[in-house]
């Protein structure tokens, strides 16, 4: 089922920025995006957009390009895309070389973690996408999938609701009997865009399957390791039976964070509010006297896996903040070395004269 714009969650500011471009263009939703071309979603149904050439500016960079999820403004004639609109939300990770961002998903409301309960949960990688979607900014619920698998689901989901600190709702899941499924689609009504987020195999194409009602394919589960293929292989906006869109995503295993400063205090707040309590400001938690992040270590309240995590992403925060001050410094340096090439053109251009 394809979307309309209306249930991609249309709105009257969308418009107004559309009539900012004078009539000549269109608003559409970018549905899935292919080298060198976009299929949107627009008033007329889904369509192709060629997007090579039509993004003139000289300095577009990654987080500039349009990606699944974004509001664009495009000719409806030849279907070009001339703008991306102002985005209200972006999930974006570190790409592989940790020196680029790259947009996973743009003006995303909620951000659906999905994890099985037929393996060992890895709680990092749910508090890292977590992490994520903190900094989008948008809302996240951890659905922990194939309940029906599992003899006690009730104390699996308050074991992983204490070890992400309830950072975030988490609801069991099965599509076998269905149980949990309308708590999900409650999240995702009419306007409402949300993205899955999980590794290959977990159960997100069959998820969305429900939601959507539809039979995308899924691939076998391996029975020597419960571990699933990737069965979605690029990102794609898909329409829910209950009005609203979600974004459905390859398998993720551990993202990279891009720039989540407001993320990590939001994921790991129960952390944050035990520091406010340590007698120095500037304590690390390692020995330091009058630590009440080690007190709490101490009697049980936080656990030392989860400070680890803590710490383990707010390293990678500040080797991607390096990255990303070393690029911007190789770009100053290359705009003063443009500059004084001109200037000195410019100067043998006048002795000539």
């Given amino acids: 089922m394809s979307p309309t714009l209306a249930a991609a969650g249309r709105t009257p500011e969308h418009d107004r920025l559309i009539a900012e471009h004078g009539g000549a263009l269109a608003l559409a939703r970018v549905a899935a995006v292919h080298r060198g071309t976009l299929e949107l979603v627009t008033d007329d149904g889904p369509r192709p957009g060629f997007v090579t050439g039509r993004l003139s500016h000289a300095a577009l960079t990654a987080l ?31 790409a592989r070389d940790g020196r680029e961002p790259q947009v996973l998903a743009a003006n995303v409301d909620l951000v659906v973690v999905v994890a099985s309960l037929t393996r060992e949960l890895n709680v990092g990688r749910i508090e890292r996408m977590l992490t994520l979607a903190a900094d989008a900014p948008a809302d996240a619920v951890v659905v922990l999938s194939k309940a029906d698998l599992d003899p006690d689901p009730a104390t699996r989901v308050a074991e992983v609701r204490a070890a992400i600190g309830g950072a975030a709702p988490v609801l069991p899941v099965s599509t076998v009997d269905d149980s949990g499924v309308d ?14 987020l999980g590794a290959s195999g977990v159960g997100k194409t069959t998820l969305l399957n429900r939601l959507a009602g539809g039979e995308r394919a899924t691939a076998p589960i391996r029975d020597a390791d419960d571990r699933g293929r990737h069965t979605t292989t690029w990102r794609e906006l898909v329409a829910l039976t209950g009005g609203g869109v979600v974004i459905d995503t390859p398998g993720l295993k551990l993202p990279r964070i891009w720039e989540q400063a407001s993320g990590l205090a939001s994921v790991f707040s129960d952390i944050e509010e035990l520091a406010k309590a340590c007698r120095f400001a500037d304590c690390r938690h390692a020995g330091e006297p009058g630590c009440a992040v080690a007190e709490a270590l101490a009697d049980g309240r936080l656990t030392p896996e989860r400070l680890a995590a803590q710490e383990q992403l707010a390293r990678e925060e500040a080797w991607a903040a390096s990255r990303r001050d070393e690029r911007a410094r190789r770009e100053r340096k290359e705009r003063t070395r443009r500059i004084h090439r001109e200037q000195k053109r410019i100067q043998k251009a006048k002795g000539r004269r």
Wanted: aromatic share 2%.
């Fill in 64 to 94: 500039d390009l349009p990606s699944v999820g974004d509001w664009v403004a495009h000719d409806p004639e030849s279907g070009a895309v001339h703008s991306v609109l102002e985005r209200t939300s972006a999930l974006v990770r570190a």
């Fill in 183 to 196: 708590a999900v689609g409650a999240l995702l009504g009419p306007g409402v865009t949300g993205v899955l």
